[in-house]
């Protein structure tokens, strides 16, 4: 079974300083996505990053990325030049292509952000 | 906007009393989803559906009832079976498994129940 760990609980980062939030997942399928979620205190998840495996360039969004090592089934976050904003739970995220339903979520990284 | 609306945000029950949560969507979306968070734990699927008239049970469904009678909606009802229902309750809903979005989750507020 697939299965998704997030090893810190909690980070925390400077104001425009970068962080780095760490993402392992275990699973014998070769074709999947892997997503960044982030959860602020009002509750509602939003995606923040996504990654197909069948790609080999990091995704991207702005002052989001990700490092993705499929052999190693690593796939971490890296915030630049931290914002307040950025405060949140962080939730990495296992998808097998075509079936949406299976995703599995690790336990989250509570990230705070200090001015 | 299209988006996902859930309600209420807050609900207080009874023990033995049936609850239901509301999900509405208007983005033309044919999957929804409803998962429970529990504090330090990930997110875990009660029931999903695909399709109207159709539904399926997640991981975590005793004690739950969902239907799909209409696409733009997909109500969940905490039954009196459902042993520990407090918990913070998330609507999702993507496009579905053949459009370029198909793995992208759309999540509502959520909503949270407490048992008194």
């Known amino acids: 079974a697939q299965t998704v760990t997030q090893s810190q609980p909690e980070m925390s980062v400077q104001e425009a300083e970068t962080v780095t939030l760490s993402c392992t997942y275990d699973t014998s399928e070769s074709d999947y996505y892997l997503f960044w979620y982030k959860q602020p205190p009002s509750r509602q998840m939003i995606l923040v990053i996504r990654q197909e495996a069948y790609k080999q360039q990091n995704a991207t969004e702005n002052r989001f990325s990700v490092n993705f090592q499929k052999a190693a089934k690593s796939f971490s976050l890296k915030i630049s030049d931290s914002q307040l904003g950025d405060a949140a739970m962080y939730f990495c995220a296992y998808g097998h292509a075509g079936n949406n339903r299976k995703l599995i979520w690790g336990l989250g990284t509570s990230l705070a952000v200090n001015p | 906007d299209g988006g996902i609306t859930q309600s209420p945000k807050y609900l207080f029950r009874k023990e033995g009393q049936n609850v239901t949560l509301s999900c509405e969507q208007n983005l033309n979306h044919d999957a929804m989803y409803w998962y429970r968070q529990d504090p330090g734990q990930g997110l875990r699927l009660i029931y999903y559906?695909?399709?109207?008239?159709?539904?399926q049970k997640g991981d975590i469904a005793e004690g739950y009832s969902v239907s799909r009678e209409k696409k733009e909606s997909f109500p969940l009802t905490v039954t009196s079976a459902q042993k520990n229902p407090t918990a913070f309750y998330l609507c999702a809903s993507t496009s579905g498994l053949t459009s370029s979005g198909a793995n992208v989750l759309t999540f509502g507020a959520g909503s949270r129940l407490t048992v008194l």
């Open positions: 559906s695909q399709i109207v008239n159709d539904f």
